[in-house]
């Protein structure tokens, strides 16, 4: 009797702990955008984060041991492990191990259906098991009850999906309709890198004379545009600027369908995502899904800087076409209808000259960093010039341009040191952009030139490469290297040795707590600290 009650008490602990552990395994999957083909081979690379090995040994042992000298096997001898497992459950869930994450757990409508449907499953199998399993030994493997919590919340994942296909498809609906409804001029925005930045440039110039709304932060999915329609998009606004994200073909032709665009921009067409594409032909033929949802008087806006780009431009006859780009030494294009010359770059900004083929030249000066946003103040130009702004008031809307967050975003750091902000920065060209800033200080800063980064990552087979390169690059620029991530980073390391970077200047830390630590220990008053790309949680190597 008195072993039946420990046992079931044990059962109460372990699941207990499994609903903890559910709730962990849904934060990554919520990362990987609830998708459980990410998340399993999220699994497969954490194993000791989704596994306590260690009690899986030493249940095991147990077991095999009770197998082995059955006399052991006694009510006293039950009640014993019974009670001493029920102590260690109860540690684990008090004193568990607790971090702050980078992006916490939101429980949208989504994640309480799916957290909720894993724990009554959970339930279920807690209740077959102190049914059905009634000898002592067998019950020892209840012991690992909360191992489950993984499996389940696989299953969970998979058996749900029907029902969220159901509830997207009416708020899809909707929002088709409103849009329909209120009509407001639409701009889509796709390439692998210079999106988000060009619609936060856009948004604000266009603002200066129109009613207008763009997608928040990371809104680039079909949910994400759908919660925006249906929550914030009014009948006051004109202009709806859409950042449109792709992580295979057909992904921009699904968000054309949801908010049909007039203006589309094609920033650039570069390695991010290839691990996802699996081709740089696949990334540009689903970029290029923009333009060909482009209505006959609509607009394209292309980049022609990016050679991809500038042949997705020379194909494109169905829509007139925008064509901009920086002017460089080898540039032979007279096609190109609005350009940038002369550009000057200082830890204050930048200044260059823009010429529009119809609307003339104007100086620009603006607080942006990184000679890259050139490109994207280009086709923000453009397009306010299509939507009947002037280039007085373009020029005018550019002294209250705000810079873009976490994009070469200047802090003015603790102590006199000056932190540039590049987190939500992670592609090969934006990443060289952010060195040249850097650069850039080295003539109005006496200090160090410090990078802090985990690298890039879901460039596939450029991967290793990509980052090996800016390893090589950062060497001629920074004077301390902060490596995150021991495994993800190696390709860095391997740069910096080639390149014959001194070892003394380069600290491989294990997360960015331990390298924000090392930071404030040697950074001094007058150094600039660059942080590089800041990896979400399911990134994390020590979990």
Not at 365 to 374: A, E, F, Y
Request: aromatic share 8%.
């Amino acid at each position: 009797m008195v072993s039946s009650i420990l046992f079931y008490v044990l059962v109460v602990a372990c699941y207990v702990r499994g609903i903890i552990r559910t709730n962990s395994g849904l934060h990554i999957l919520q990362l990987d955008g609830y998708k459980p083909g990410r998340y399993l081979k999220w699994i497969l690379t954490h194993i000791n984060h989704c596994f306590e090995i260690v009690e899986i040994s030493i249940v095991a042992a147990v077991v095999i041991t009770v197998s082995i000298i059955p006399n052991i096997q006694t009510e006293w001898f039950f009640s014993t492990l019974c009670l001493v497992w029920t102590a260690y459950q109860v540690y684990k869930i008090v004193w568990r191990k607790k971090t702050k994450a980078k992006k916490p757990l939101v429980y949208t409508a989504r994640a309480k259906r799916l957290f909720g449907l894993a724990l009554t499953l959970l339930v279920v199998t807690a209740g077959l098991i102190g049914v059905v399993v009634t000898d002592n030994r067998l019950r020892i493997g209840v012991f690992l009850f909360s191992e489950l919590s993984v499996p389940i919340l696989v299953v969970s994942s998979y058996l749900i999906l029907p029902v969220e296909q159901l509830i997207n498809g009416f708020y899809l609906r909707d929002a088709r309709k409103r849009i329909r409804t209120l009509q407001p001029k639409i701009i889509g925005i796709t390439g692998s890198y210079g999106k988000t930045s060009t619609k936060y440039i856009l948004h604000q110039i266009l603002s200066q004379k129109y009613k207008t709304l763009m997608t928040p932060d990371s809104y680039n999915t079909p949910m994400g545009i759908c919660k925006v329609i249906r929550g914030d998009l009014l009948p006051e606004h004109e202009i709806f600027i859409v950042e449109m994200g792709a992580y295979k073909r057909g992904d921009i032709r699904e968000l054309c369908h949801l908010a049909p665009p007039e203006i589309g921009i094609l920033t650039a067409v570069g390695p991010q995502h290839l691990e996802r594409f699996k081709s740089i032909d696949n990334i540009a033929r689903g970029k290029y899904e923009l333009i060909e949802a482009l209505p006959s008087d609509g607009l394209a806006v292309i980049n022609v800087n990016n050679e991809i780009c500038a042949g997705l431009a020379d194909k494109t006859d169905s829509v007139p076409v925008i064509r901009y780009g920086v002017e460089t030494e080898s540039s032979t294009d007279t096609s190109v209808s609005l350009s940038a010359h002369d550009i000057i770059q200082s830890g204050k900004g930048l200044t260059f000259t823009v010429v529009a083929k119809e609307a003339g030249a104007a100086e620009i000066t603006t607080r942006l960093l990184g000679k890259h946003n050139v490109s994207n103040i280009l086709a923000a130009i453009g397009v306010s010039l299509y939507c009947g702004m002037t280039m007085e008031e373009i020029r005018d809307a550019f002294e209250a341009l705000e810079p873009v967050p976490h994009r070469l975003q200047l802090i003015p750091g603790a102590a006199g040191v000056t932190v540039i902000d590049d987190s939500f920065n992670a592609n090969p060209e934006g990443a060289k952009a952010a060195l040249e800033v850097l650069t850039d200080f080295v003539s109005e800063k006496e200090g160090n030139k410090i990078l802090v980064t985990p690298g890039m990552v879901e460039l596939g087979e450029l991967e290793y490469e990509e980052n090996k390169k800016f390893g090589i690059e950062a060497s001629k620029v920074c004077d301390l290297v902060i490596l995150v991530g021991r495994s993800r980073t190696a390709p860095i390391l391997d740069g910096l040795k080639k390149a014959n970077y001194p070892e003394k200047q380069i600290y491989v830390a294990n997360n960015l707590d331990e390298a924000q630590q090392h930071l404030t220990k040697h950074v001094t008053p007058g150094d600039v600290v660059l942080f590089e790309n800041d990896l979400p949680d399911n990134y994390n190597e020590a979990v």
